[in-house]
């Protein structure tokens, strides 16, 4: 069965990659996303296929609740997190209806990330990064897995603690080679590949938890922590961990690099 899975996962990662030209770094990006439970935001101009590949991929897994929306400055929280259960109101609990929305999807996409206010943004970084939701005087485990942020711009500087949140980041551009250009236009015909289920995912997550890395990965990392200090780039704890624990072990269990 783990054979299968991974046959799975690479029949996906060639379709995205015949799909979406020039985007092969964001593709093993998001499958490596998908299976360490971390986060993904891309960055570039209008058309980029942002919005297209995650669709794309989010048709090749089945049996998963997925959660999209389009911020702007005029979101509410009733549209990310549901509105208030207008019975327990009556009684004075401010509960909120989270069916079909954020809380309760196991893959969201928020397209235009960084155009919601700072009110919004603040209110996900609980779900984002502990996977809770504070739902009145209760509090919800969410099953979010993977959060997909997309956006043209930079956040602000006070947007930094959610822009953290992010262990993935990538710069999306226009396709450069005329070749890739003309397969854009007229050559995607491939047949989607059979899509992945969601137990067969959570193999895969599962796999993550039982890699251990030999001293020789730790003192790599210790090296580069060091050299991007002497350049005067920091990256917070957080990072390091979700990277050490989450990410790389990850990309070695969907390659099969690892035994699952």
Known sequence: MTNLILQKVDAIRTYLNTIWQEREAEVE????????????????????????????????????????WLMTKFTTPEELFGPYDLMKLQQGAYERITAGKLPTANVAYLDELWKANSAILNSLLTLINERLFYNGTRIETCPLATLIGSSNEYPQEELQAAFDRFMLRFETRYIRDDANFAQ?????????????????????????????????????????????????????????FQCARGILPARLCWQGERPL
């Open 29 to 68: 990006g998001l499958i490596t996303a998908l299976v360490a439970r971390q986060h993904v935001l891309m960055i570039g101009p209008p058309g980029t296929g942002k919005t297209f590949v995650t669709l794309a991929l989010s048709k090749l897994i089945d049996g998963f609740s997925y959660f999209s």
């Open 184 to 240: 854009m236009l007229f050559g995607n015909t491939m047949t989607p590949p059979a899509p992945l289920q969601f137990n067969e995912l959570e193999v895969l997550q599962k796999a993550v938890e039982t890699v251990v890395m030999d001293q020789s990965v730790v003192d790599a990392l210790i090296a580069i922590k060091r050299d991007l200090e002497q350049e005067g780039i920091v990256i917070s704890d957080r990072r390091w």
